[in-house]
Structure formats: structure tokens, C-alpha cells
């Protein structure tokens, strides 16, 4: 099977999409001149130039546009350029796209896309370098995606871009570059299925993102060890795969919860409250949880790097785990 990149792989989703169905477009900031800064528009101008929409420097503007389009029938997909600066549009989001239908009856439809590059590690500072997924799990109204390979960036954006409700849609930025196979042919990717990125059989590590890599990578020192790990990339942080996690935890009886924003209020609490309210005769061990401190992201690389977990981070937790057996 042919390898293509997380960038390669986000403009052939949009372009199968966009021939498809007249009404998405897509909207935002410094889109046309390079392909997008992460090249994940490629293409795009040069094959629909009237359905790519360079924008002055407003996000409020641009969300609104597009949550007004969305209303109108038309499927935007709104670029944030850096998921840190969706602060100034959660009225939009939070208080409007994620509310209209609930607020109208269902009379309407909310097919919006905003996609929005999140994550650290590039020495990009404080407001270019948060995770912000916690936030919008915590709202009712919209579904929330966090894709880790070119695979599942494809199929999933192609079943976002299909949704009638609002989806958001973060991409790390470090795994622009990440290559892995993708099929020539047709697919799409439920929104609320995870994936065994890795079959296991004494401890669950449950991630999602960049952090889906660095499990693997800890996964196969500890395998060197003769310790089993499955690793599940969640995909979808809300809804997330309740049943294929409660499969997993089932069998290993251990968890670690992996992410890399912020363990304060992240992602990680939830599963794990959920978990061990449903599954607490299963666990063999308290559930151990990594994320980042809890301090704004550092510009400086090595305190960028002290702050952000790593696969040094998910290999000691699942050690402190079947310690705690």
C-alpha cells in the first residue's frame, strides 16, 4: 500500500469531498498562497478556487461564517491555523453551532467542520503550542476528533465533512510529516469507533494523538521486558468507544490514560471516572494518568520538553501500575 503523509492525506480527504458535494468550502487565513502552512491544502486553489476563502485576521468572523453558512445548508470546513486561538470564538462555538439544532427543534442542521492544529513540541510558545479537546468534551452539542496517523486523518475527516453536526476536528502539528499507508480506494472511518493500535494483554494504555506514537514506542520497550501492553487510539475524545475500552479492561485489568494537554481537567479524568464507575471490579490496580504540567507551554526547548509527556512518561506509569497490583 502506497505511504503519504497527515498533510498529503488531509487535502486528498477534502478534495474526494469537495468533488462530491458542491456545498463544502473551506474558510480561514493565509489558505492559498502555500497550500496551507502545514501544506494540507495542496491542490485545493488550483482545483476549486472559488471554494477555498482566504479571510482577514478575525476568527470570531470566520466562525461565525461559518456556522451562518452551515445554517444555510452549506458544509464549511473553518481552518483555526492554531487550535490556541480558538479561545476568541467560544461564544460561536460553545454558545451557537453547539446549541442551534437542541435550541430549534431539530428544524435545523449544524454541518460544520472546524479543524484546528494543536499540540506542542515545535518550540512555538505558549499561544502556539496548547491542546484544548477537554474543553469541548465538556459542552453538549459537538463531536470531537483527534486523529494520530495519515489513515485515520483521511477517513475521518471524510466522515466529519458527511456529519450533520458540529465536529471538531484537531491535528497535531509535529505529525504533518508522518507518513503511513492509506488506500487508493473509497473509505470512511466511524467517529466513534477507537482502534487496538496494538493488542495486549496486561495493561490498557488508552491515548489519543501524538501521544498514540510515544505508547507504541513505550509499549515495545516494555515488551522487551516481558510486560504485554494494548495500546487503543481513541480517535474520537468525545463520543469516545466506551465499549471497546470496557473489552480492554476486561481482559488486562490495568489502565493508563495517556494525553498531552493537561492532566488537570483533561481527558484522562473523565475516562477514568467513567471507567471506575462501570468497571471497578475489573481493575487490579488504581488507574494511573500522564499528561502535561500544569503550566503554560514553554517556549524554551528543554522546559518544553520537561513539561510535555513523553514515551519515557507512559513507560513509567505502566511500571507504577502493575506495581500497584
Known amino acids: 500500500m502506497r505511504e503519504i503523509t497527515i498533510a498529503q492525506a488531509t487535502a486528498e480527504a477534502l478534495m474526494e469531498e469537495m468533488s462530491k458535494d458542491p456545498g463544502i468550502f473551506i474558510i480561514g487565513e493565509d489558505l492559498t498562497a502555500h497550500g496551507g502552512i502545514f501544506g494540507q491544502f495542496v491542490g485545493i486553489p488550483e482545483k476549486f478556487p472559488d471554494r477555498i476563502l482566504d479571510t482577514p485576521i478575525s476568527e470570531t468572523a470566520i466562525v461565525g461564517a461559518g456556522v451562518g453558512a452551515a445554517l444555510t445548508g452549506m458544509r464549511p470546513l473553518v481552518d483555526l491555523h492554531f487550535a490556541d486561538f480558538i479561545t476568541i470564538t467560544m461564544d460561536e462555538i460553545v454558545s451557537q453551532a453547539a446549541t442551534m439544532r437542541y435550541m430549534f427543534g431539530g428544524q435545523s442542521k449544524m454541518p460544520l467542520v472546524i479543524w484546528a492544529p494543536d499540540g506542542a513540541g515545535l518550540s512555538a510558545g505558549p499561544h502556539h503550542s496548547k491542546s484544548f479537546e477537554a474543553w469541548f468534551m465538556h459542552a453538549p452539542g459537538m463531536k470531537v476528533v483527534v486523529p494520530s496517523t495519515p489513515y485515520d486523518v483521511k477517513g475521518l475527516l471524510k466522515s466529519a465533512l458527511r456529519d450533520d453536526d458540529l465536529v471538531l476536528f484537531f491535528q497535531h502539528k509535529k505529525l504533518f510529516k508522518f507518513k503511513g499507508p492509506v488506500p487508493e480506494e473509497e473509505y470512511v472511518i466511524p467517529l466513534k ?66 494525553h498531552e494537554s493537561w492532566k488537570v481537567g483533561g481527558v484522562g479524568a473523565e475516562l477514568a471516572s467513567q471507567i471506575q464507575e462501570k468497571l471497578f471490579d475489573y481493575l487490579d490496580a488504581p488507574i494511573v494518568r500522564v499528561g502535561a504540567e500544569h503550566t503554560p507551554i514553554p517556549f524554551s526547548p528543554p522546559l518544553e520538553k520537561r513539561v510535555i509527556p513523553d514515551a519515557e512518561d507512559v513507560y513509567r506509569a505502566v511500571k507504577k501500575v502493575l506495581e500497584d497490583a
Do not use: N, Q
Open 193 to 258: 469507533k477507537a482502534d487496538v493500535k496494538r493488542e495486549g494483554s496486561d495493561v490498557t494504555v488508552i491515548t489519543y494523538s501524538m501521544m498514540v506514537h510515544h505508547s507504541l514506542e513505550a509499549a515495545k520497550k516494555l515488551e522487551g521486558e516481558g510486560i504485554s501492553v494494548e495500546v487503543i487510539d481513541l480517535r474520537t475524545v468525545w463520543p469516545f468507544d466506551f465499549d471497546l475500552i470496557a473489552e480492554s479492561v476486561k481482559k488486562t485489568g490495568h489502565v493508563v490514560i495517556a
